[in-house]
């Protein structure tokens, strides 16, 4: 397929209101889409954070991601399996998050100190009614600061001209790894940013994605077109412990790490307590990838793990046992080595004074 140009984006029909999007031919893919930005701009995600929920209809994602660029106007493209409906969560869930899966800390004493003498130890399926040949706009609508806008799409020649006529710049990369979500009718959310900051780099705020599923599925196969390494954490609330069923599971460096209940009452935002309180169950899990072009084959999908067994993890810290600030080994053998020759200069006396009695009553 032809590559698909693209530089400035005006979405313009009578049904929808513009929606500007730009890209550079350098600009790199996110994790769950694309980044773009302005000719001579540059964009990138330097790490990616998702809550995902999945009642077996409905996907609920509250994304939030770190973006690296000077550009202070820039979009993301976001396929979904179907419309996706949009919102913005508060800027605190995924500090709350943070606060709920922080590590335990494990504290131990020691009573020397060390003298150096030894060491220690899959896809979500084309949905029903989606378009045939056609690009349409769905929806648009403003959140804020943002402009979102809902595409949908199922044939990838026409996207290419739709994208074309719309004055789209996309660079080979990009548009490769989109056609896969074309083939199989996937949606698409584009989302304008803008800051009266200095740059966009920085958390983003974080959006609330629903839409309809036949699996709990994370878009990731955009991130085949990064070209520097990538971060992803989801944190995935379920019945029981999740685990990851997809190809891209194998790749990078997949961890753990955390597994647990966590009530509702635990946290404050309502995007957090909406979601605990129908399904309490979470499995945060971490992957790396230092060549995504060679690791990500396909997107995230999750099924039930083999037991729910519980995993935090710890924070060891060791510290000193000391008296009047002398470490507690060294200064108790040394107060008991006081103690011992005292009790042997008492003997000592004692014995030295019996005998001058003795001696002074046989003379007597």
């Excluded at 998050?97 to 003298?115: A, F, G, N, Q, S």
């Excluded at 349409?136 to 979102?148: A, M, R, Y």
């Excluded at 740059?199 to 077109?225: E, H, K, N």
Aim: with cysteine.
């Amino acid at each position: 397929m032809r590559r698909l140009k693209l530089a400035g984006l005006a979405l313009a029909t009578t049904l929808a209101a513009m929606v500007g999007v730009t890209v550079m031919p350098a600009a790199q893919a996110c994790g769950c889409g694309g980044f773009v930005a302005a000719d001579g701009e540059d964009v990138a995600a330097s790490a990616e954070y998702a809550v995902l929920s999945w009642d077996g209809e409905v996907e609920r994602v509250v994304l939030s991601m770190e973006a690296l660029t000077q550009s202070t106007d820039a979009a993301l493209l976001i396929p979904t399996p179907s419309p996706a409906e949009a919102a913005l969560a508060e800027t605190t869930v995924f500090g709350e998050l943070e606060e709920v899966i922080k590590p335990e800390e494990v504290v131990t004493y020691e009573w020397w100190p060390d003298l150096g003498f030894g060491s220690g130890d899959g896809a979500g399926g084309a949905p029903e009614g989606a378009p045939t040949g056609a690009v349409s706009v769905l929806d648009t609508q403003q959140l804020g600061d943002l402009e979102v806008t809902v595409l949908a799409a199922n044939d990838a020649d026409q996207l290419a001209d739709w994208l074309d006529s719309h004055n789209y710049v996309m660079r080979d990369g990009l548009a490769d790894a989109l056609m896969p979500y074309v083939s199989e009718g996937w949606y698409y959310i584009a989302i304008r940013l803008t800051t009266d900051a200095d740059s966009l780099s920085g958390a983003l705020q974080p959006l609330d994605l629903t839409f309809a599923s036949q699996q709990l599925i994370y878009p990731m196969r955009l991130s085949a077109a990064a070209t520097s390494s990538q971060f992803v954490r989801t944190y995935v609330f379920s019945d029981h412990r999740m685990q990851r069923t997809d190809e891209t599971a194998d790749a990078g460096v997949l961890d753990v790490r955390f597994a647990g209940e966590v009530p509702a009452t635990a946290m404050t935002s309502d995007a957090l307590v909406s979601i605990a309180a129908e399904r309490s169950y979470l499995t945060v899990l971490d992957q790396y990838f230092q060549e995504p072009s060679a690791e990500i084959v396909s997107d995230f999908t999750f099924g039930q793990a083999p037991n729910d067994e519980a995993y935090r993890e710890r924070v060891y810290e060791t510290r000193m046992r000391e008296i009047a600030g002398i470490p507690a080994g060294p200064a108790l053998t040394f107060i008991a080595m006081v103690v011992v020759l005292t009790g042997v200069l008492v003997a000592s006396g004692l014995r030295r004074r019996s005998r001058r009695i003795r001696r002074e009553a046989a003379h007597a």
